[in-house]
C-alpha cells in the first residue's frame, strides 16, 4: 500500500506510483499550456481529472473544454496539449497506464506508435 497527501503545488510532478501506473499532480497558472501538438504518450493512456480551474484540452485537433469535476481520458498515442483559460490556478491530477514519467518527471521511452 502506498499513500501521499497531495500539495498542488506549481508545475508538474509524479506523486506516487509502481510499475503498473502512476499518479502525477499538474498545476498551470492563467494563460499557461502544458503539452502541444506534437505531445503525447506512446506507451502510457492518460486520465486527467479537472480538480479546480478552467482551460482547454486540445486532443488530436479538437477542443474540449475543462472545468472542475471533468474526466477525460487522453489514449496513448493522442496529441495533446491542456491550456489554462480561466482566471484561477487550473490543478489537475492525472493518471498514467502503465506509468509515462520517472518520478523526477522525465519522460519514459515506449514503444513506437
Avoid at 506534437?38 to 482547454?56: C, E, F, K, M, P
Avoid at 486540445?58 to 491550456?83: A, F, Q, W
Wanted: hydrophobic share 30%; with cysteine.
Amino acid at each position: 500500500m502506498k499513500r501521499k497527501n497531495l500539495g498542488f503545488g506549481s508545475g508538474f510532478h509524479v506523486v506516487i506510483g509502481n510499475k503498473d501506473s502512476q499518479a502525477a499532480e499538474m498545476v498551470l497558472p492563467p494563460g499557461d499550456a502544458e503539452g502541444g501538438s506534437g505531445n503525447r504518450h506512446r506507451g502510457a493512456d492518460q486520465w486527467l481529472y479537472i480538480v479546480s480551474g478552467t482551460g482547454i484540452a486540445t486532443v488530436n485537433g479538437k477542443r474540449y473544454p475543462l472545468k472542475g469535476g471533468s474526466l477525460m481520458l487522453i489514449e496513448r498515442g493522442d496529441k495533446h496539449e491542456i491550456c489554462n483559460t480561466g482566471k484561477d490556478m487550473l490543478r489537475t491530477l492525472n493518471f498514467y497506464v502503465p506509468p509515462a514519467y520517472t518520478h523526477g518527471g522525465e519522460e519514459l521511452p515506449r514503444g513506437q506508435d
